[in-house]
Each structure stands twice: as C-alpha cells, then as structure tokens.
C-alpha cells in the first residue's frame, strides 16, 4: 500500500543553519511529491511539488527538494533557516485510487534556536 | 479571493451530540476533500468527492457522513460523536486543469473540535 515516511518527529537548528528534512514514500507508480508546511494555527501552505522533469524542484522561501527514485526519497532542504521557518512540515504523495488523492507523512515538526 | 473556507474553527461537543463542519469553495473545483489531523499521525482523509453528485470514503470514514451539496459545498456530519473525534479537521480542493494547479490541493484553515 502507498505510505509516506517522515523519519524525523521533531528537529531543532540554530538560525543560519542549513536544514534537511527526511521524507522516504512507497508508491509503485511514478509519484506526485509534494512538501507542504504549517505554522501554529493554521492550514497547510504548499512549499513545493515534483510531477516530472528535472529531479531538483526549487519552493517558496528558499526551500528546494531532490527526488531521489532509486532511494524513493523526496528530502527538504533549505542552505540557511530562519527564524520564522518554525513549523510543521508534511511530505505527502498523490496518488490515483479511484481520484486523485494526498497521502501524508507524519509531519516533522521544526524548531529554530536563535 | 477567499479561497477554502470552514466554518465553525472551534466547537466543542458532549459525546453522543451531532454537528455539521461546513466547507466552501469559489475556485470552481471539481474535488474536495475532508481531511482529520492528529498528533504523529499526520493528516488523514476522511472523505473525498471527485465531482458533485459522488463521494467515497478515505482510510478513516467510521463515524462520519458528507454531503457533496453542490459544486461549491462539502459538508462533514458527525452523527454522534465520540472522544476519539476529538481533533483538527481540513477541509480542501483541487483543480483539474493546468491553469488550476492540477494535483495540488489548496486548503481551509481547520476546524478544531473537542468532545468530551
């Protein structure tokens, strides 16, 4: 069955540091890859998605991800965090089960020590 | 340009009662979804509808009903609710052409219900 893997619950950085953020997906078909973000009380905002084409996808504020098929592997990178990057964050893959359908992993929640 | 919108953002409910969480649209989706959101359990769908007029079940659809009212509404029914309910629920939708974002989902901000 199609799942999604967010290996860290919960990870600390100190601000100016670099960022990367786990996400492994089961899925046999050619994935959808998503990475979604929220912050404390509110919705889920896309960062980032993966349909096809070059495997280094660039997001909003400065994220970009890397997908990785023979790792099945859809990481979160970010050269320099913020504090206001602190939040939740969701790897999800679409999937097609009838519709179209998302998938999430547990999210990872991240800290930034100033 | 409002988006998804949810209503009610909190309730809080005594076991056994019933509610409706309501759900808009003005993008001219086709799909919407319901989704609940637990700690360490990521989000969860719930219920989905591809279309007005058809709705089918997601991984946790026990205790609960929906309705797909018309293009733009998507209401979720809690017939009786029970603890295990107790949680934050999202309501979303997705366009189906390019210009759309297709295969992306655009979110309401959550609707967070208690029962005790």
């Known amino acids: 069955a199609q799942s999604v893997t967010q290996p860290d619950i919960h990870i600390t950085v100190s601000e100016g540091a670099s960022l990367e953020l786990r996400c492994n997906y089961s899925?046999?078909?050619?994935?959808?890859l998503f990475w979604y973000v929220q912050s404390p009380g509110q919705g889920l905002q896309l960062l980032l998605k993966y349909f096809s084409g070059d495997t280094l996808v660039q997001g909003i504020k400065g994220f970009e991800a890397e997908f990785k098929r023979s790792q099945s592997s859809f990481n979160l990178r970010k050269p320099s965090v913020h504090w206001s990057d602190a939040a939740e964050y969701f790897c999800?893959?679409?999937?097609?089960?009838?519709?179209?359908?998302?998938?999430f992993g547990q999210g990872t929640r991240l800290t930034i020590n100033p | 340009n409002a988006g998804v919108t949810q209503t009610p953002k909190f309730q809080v409910l005594k076991t056994g009662q019933s509610m409706t969480l309501q759900c808009a649209q003005d993008m001219n989706h086709n799909s919407m979804y319901w989704y609940r959101q637990d700690p360490g359990m990521g989000l969860r769908l719930i219920y989905y509808s591809a279309s007005e007029g058809t709705t089918d079940k997601g991984e946790v659809p026990n205790g609960y009903n929906v309705s797909r009212l018309n293009k733009r509404e998507f209401s979720l029914r809690l017939e009786s609710a029970a603890p295990s309910q107790t949680s934050v629920y999202f309501c979303a939708s997705r366009g189906d052409r390019p210009w759309e974002g297709a295969n992306v989902l655009t979110f309401g901000a959550g609707s967070r219900l208690t029962v005790l």
């Open positions: 999800a893959v679409g999937i097609i089960q009838g519709a179209q359908k998302l998938v």
């Open positions: 899925y046999g078909a050619t994935p959808y």
